[in-house]
């Protein structure tokens, strides 16, 4: 269980903190914070440039916590409220299938997430190495990931739509 733990982190943790790299400094064929920030304008989260960062920083800093397996279900719960926001406001309305931009690929990272909040980091994890396995109880781990939901669905409340055109 050990082995497929940590080969889980490590696919799922780089690819997330890859992932808000793009956004966030713009690496492996991101368009950075500006950019972002321009996307997010549209999809009705203003300023774009704020949540794109909040959004860049909470991916990379979940991927590198479920990569190295530290603070338990913490990068799984921030993962999980990042992926509620980009498939309701970006891929909902486009079906499943990754194919058709649909929910797909974020459904795919929320379930990783959850997973591993709630089986633990494992024993080739640093928490395993610096003794905190103990603290994450099935109750906080299933409290981390409401938590995470919740936090999402906030972020969600808080679009707005594009402020009509003037003529």
Do not use: C
């Amino acid at each position: 269980m050990d082995a497929g733990l940590v080969l889980a982190r490590l696919v799922l943790g780089p690819l997330m903190a890859a992932h808000g790299a793009q956004k966030l400094f713009g690496w492996f064929g991101g368009h950075g914070l500006a950019g972002a920030g321009g996307m997010f304008e549209t999809l009705g989260f203003r300023p774009g440039r704020a949540f794109a960062a909040a959004a860049a920083v909470g991916e990379v800093g979940s991927g590198v916590l479920i990569t190295f397996g530290l603070l338990g279900p913490v990068g799984p719960a921030i993962l999980l409220a990042v992926m509620v926001v980009a498939a309701v406001s970006v891929h909902w309305r486009n079906g499943l299938f990754a194919m058709s931009n649909g929910i797909e690929l974020p459904l795919l990272y929320a379930a990783g997430a959850a997973a591993l909040a709630l089986t633990g980091p494992g024993a080739y994890s640093l928490d395993a190495v610096l003794g905190l396995t103990p603290l994450w109880t099935p109750s906080i781990s299933w409290a981390a990931l409401a938590i995470g939901g919740l936090g999402g669905a906030a972020n969600l409340a808080l679009r707005r739509p594009a402020p009509a055109a003037t003529a």
